[in-house]
């Protein structure tokens, strides 16, 4: 009967998709980049899943700067850090929609 043999092959190609988009998040898990100021003095680690890893701060940057150079700089190190974690994780669901659909990557 029609659609159930296309239904089946909707479901296969489903569960293909969520095992490749988890594959995916595994991968970007391993994948860091980093935001930082004050020459790597105020650093932020990210994986490629936009999940903090690791906050250095160097006692000495407090000592160093006012309170508002100090709040601009760390907004500006994290902000960093957030876009290329969302640039690599972007690149990397892409790669994972064009693998399991062709053209689907390409805009």
């Known amino acids: 009967m029609f659609g159930n043999q296309n239904m089946q092959d ?10 490749a988009v988890e594959d995916s998040k595994k991968r970007l898990e391993n994948i860091y980049v980093k935001g930082d100021a004050f020459d790597g003095k105020l650093r932020f680690i990210m ?18 700067s006012s309170v508002d150079e100090f709040k601009q700089e760390i907004i500006e190190a994290f902000n960093k850090a957030i876009k290329d974690a969302d640039h690599v994780n972007e ?6 929609a064009f693998n399991i659909i062709p053209g689907m990557g390409n805009k």
């Not at 690149?91 to 994972?96: A, D, F, P, V, Y």
Request: aromatic content about 2%; overall charge negative; proline content about 0%.
């Open 10 to 19: 909707m479901m296969a190609k489903l569960q293909e998709m969520q095992g």
């Open 91 to 96: 690149n990397e669901m892409k790669s994972t």
């Open 47 to 64: 994986d490629g899943n936009r999940q903090l890893k690791e906050f250095h701060l160097d006692e000495d940057v407090l000592k160093k």
